[in-house]
């Protein structure tokens, strides 16, 4: 782990010892430096798991990832820096076709600080600018939204409101086990090759904007949320690597395909 090349790729500046505020700046500077990505399977890229190899890709070649590579680069940096971290399995609700995909399809981080638990995630789309705690039913207010744990069973459940009192979409559900990193690899080769896997049916990237927007490359569309509002530009082929390159500072190789098709529904309903 090269950490002032990862502090330096994230754009932060600062202060390395645990703390909350430094920890609460870190996954901030993540999200809003690199993007949470599909490309590399429309690319001709295998995904491995292997830390140096996520290291070459997101830090020195200035690319994004999906939750195991974004999350498990993270978490290297977080234990490297002396944080009490670790990694837990989660179960993603899908948003196009409603469910929730099998055990073990994301990952997210555990932070033990001060008599705190928090949860962090900088490998989800639509996920949270800073840790939010891990406390049962209570509105947890950030720029991009109003997040809400709640605990069902064994599994917490986290859920995005759009309004303050009202029930909310829920985004994934989580249990407290750890996990290692090679836990994932199953899963990892899932994502890479199965129709119901978002990643394979929609080459996409986003990236969270200080403001609490996103800007979003899916198929042959580029998307950009702020405030409240949404503008859709449609792309022609030709246009679409430039727009990575502008946009979110990532170069692609041409064998680079763009994809937006219907996502199978996983066979588990649960």
């Not at 290692?180 to 119901?196: I, N, R, V, W």
């Not at 978002?198 to 490359?217: N, W």
């Not at 763009?258 to 996502?263: A, F, L, R, V």
């Amino acid at each position: 782990m090269d950490i002032d090349g990862y502090l330096q790729r994230i754009a932060y500046r600062g202060p390395t010892q645990p703390s909350l505020e430094v920890l609460r700046h870190l996954h901030r500077c993540h999200l809003l430096s690199v993007p949470f990505e599909s490309l590399s399977i429309h690319s001709e890229e295998p995904i491995s798991l292997e830390l140096p190899l996520l290291y070459e890709k997101i830090v020195r070649r200035h690319r994004g990832g999906f939750c195991f590579e974004l999350n498990g680069l993270f978490l290297w940096l977080l234990q490297a820096l002396g944080f009490d971290a670790r990694a837990m399995a989660g179960r993603v609700r899908n948003r196009f076709t409603g469910r929730y995909g099998p055990p073990l399809d994301h990952m997210v981080i555990l932070v033990h600080l001060d008599g705190r638990r928090l949860l962090c995630d900088v490998g989800f789309g639509e996920g949270f600018m800073e840790p939010l705690e891990l406390r049962q039913e209570i509105e947890q207010v950030q720029e991009n939204g109003i997040f809400w744990l709640s605990l069902k069973g064994d599994a917490w459940v986290l859920e995005r409101r759009e309004v303050s009192g009202k029930e909310g979409r829920p985004l994934y559900k989580f249990t407290l086990d750890e996990k290692k990193l090679e836990d994932f690899a199953g899963m990892c080769l899932y994502h890479q090759t199965s129709p119901s896997s978002i990643f394979v049916c929609k080459s996409f990237c986003s990236l969270h904007q200080e403001d609490g927007g996103r800007l979003t490359y899916m198929g042959w569309r580029f998307i950009s949320t702020r405030g409240g509002e949404r503008t859709e530009t449609v792309l022609q082929s030709a246009e679409i690597l430039a727009v990575l390159r502008e946009k979110f500072g990532i170069t692609l190789n041409p064998s680079f395909k763009p994809k937006d098709e219907e996502i199978l529904p996983p066979l588990e309903e649960d």
